[in-house]
């Protein structure tokens, strides 16, 4: 097993009067051409958009976006004629497939901090779709909430067209523990709090860990406990 340790503030910045967003990946005008993704994911970003404001419609192709918030509330708009309100505990996914248009804005009075990812469909052209789902984070484990990974088949909330790839969030009480799942690529991203991961030391909010070959190590959450945004690949 290889870990590589990204930290917040290596990140690429895109920052404006209202808009704060940190990109793990190269992005827009970001690019370094040796991280350009990791496993399946194209795009891992914290984003921090202030109220009244937010992203006009837009299009995208052949992507599985995956929104997770973490304060505030974002209101989702498309040209299917979805329409939701994302909110911390609720997954989000929307798949473009062969083309969708999408607006994403911040209506409420406090700015809004989610955590937006894209990840490559194992299909293209497929017929756009949108999903969301409540989640449920008491139990102190990895919980699955948006996986094409058959394995999540009967307990992921949303499905992803990408058969290998999954996502799981933990939310860890102080000193609590969680073992990393076993996988060729695993994305670990730490959302809120400190934690410890076994083999690779400590994480800071917002820091990363890139394992290649995962065995399996343990993380530890800090003692203020930990919200875990992770994805396997296989």
């Given at each position: 097993?290889?870990?590589?340790?990204?930290?917040?503030?290596?990140?690429?910045?895109?920052?404006?009067?209202?808009?704060?967003?940190?990109?793990?990946?190269?992005?827009?005008?970001?690019?370094?051409?040796?991280?350009?993704?990791?496993?399946?994911?194209?795009?891992?970003?914290?984003?921090?958009?202030?109220?009244?404001?937010?992203?006009?419609?837009?299009?995208?192709?052949?992507?599985?976006?995956?929104?997770?918030?973490?304060?505030?509330?974002?209101?989702?708009?498309?040209?299917?004629?979805?329409?939701?309100?994302?909110?911390?505990?609720?997954?989000?996914?929307?798949?473009?497939?062969?083309?969708?248009?999408?607006?994403?804005?911040?209506?409420?009075?406090?700015?809004?901090?989610?955590?937006?990812?894209?990840?490559?469909?194992?299909?293209?052209?497929?017929?756009?779709?949108?999903?969301?789902?409540?989640?449920?984070?008491?139990?102190?484990?990895?919980?699955?909430?948006?996986?094409?990974?058959?394995?999540?088949?009967?307990?992921?909330?949303?499905?992803?067209?990408?058969?290998?790839?999954?996502?799981?969030?933990?939310?860890?009480?102080?000193?609590?523990?969680?073992?990393?799942?076993?996988?060729?690529?695993?994305?670990?991203?730490?959302?809120?709090?400190?934690a410890t991961l076994e083999g690779a030391g400590d994480l800071g909010t917002?820091?990363?860990?890139?394992?290649?070959?995962?065995?399996?190590?343990?993380?530890?959450?800090?003692?203020?406990?930990?919200?875990?945004?992770?994805?396997?690949?296989?």
């Amino acid at each position: 097993m290889t870990v590589e340790i990204r930290r917040a503030d290596d990140r690429f910045q895109t920052a404006s009067e209202w808009l704060d967003s940190r990109h793990s990946f190269s992005f827009g005008p970001h690019y370094d051409p040796a991280n350009v993704g990791f496993g399946f994911l194209l795009a891992h970003n914290d984003e921090t958009v202030a109220p009244g404001t937010g992203f006009d419609t837009h299009p995208h192709q052949d992507l599985e976006i995956v929104t997770w918030v973490l304060r505030g509330a974002l209101a989702h708009q498309d040209s299917q004629g979805h329409s939701g309100l994302v909110y911390p505990g609720l997954a989000q996914r929307m798949s473009a497939g062969s083309g969708i248009r999408h607006s994403e804005r911040n209506d409420g009075a406090e700015p809004v901090h989610y955590v937006q990812m894209w990840v490559r469909p194992d299909e293209l052209d497929l017929p756009p779709s949108y999903q969301q789902s409540e989640i449920d984070l008491t139990t102190g484990e990895l919980v699955p909430i948006a996986s094409g990974l058959p394995k999540h088949a009967a307990s992921a909330a949303i499905r992803i067209n990408q058969r290998s790839a999954g996502m799981s969030v933990a939310r860890l009480a102080p000193g609590a523990t969680v073992a990393l799942p076993s996988a060729p690529y695993v994305h670990l991203f730490v959302a809120q709090g400190t934690a410890t991961l076994e083999g690779a030391g400590d994480l800071g909010t917002s820091d990363a860990a890139r394992l290649t070959t995962s065995d399996g190590p343990r993380i530890t959450a800090g003692p203020a406990g930990a919200q875990l945004l992770l994805w396997e690949m296989h």
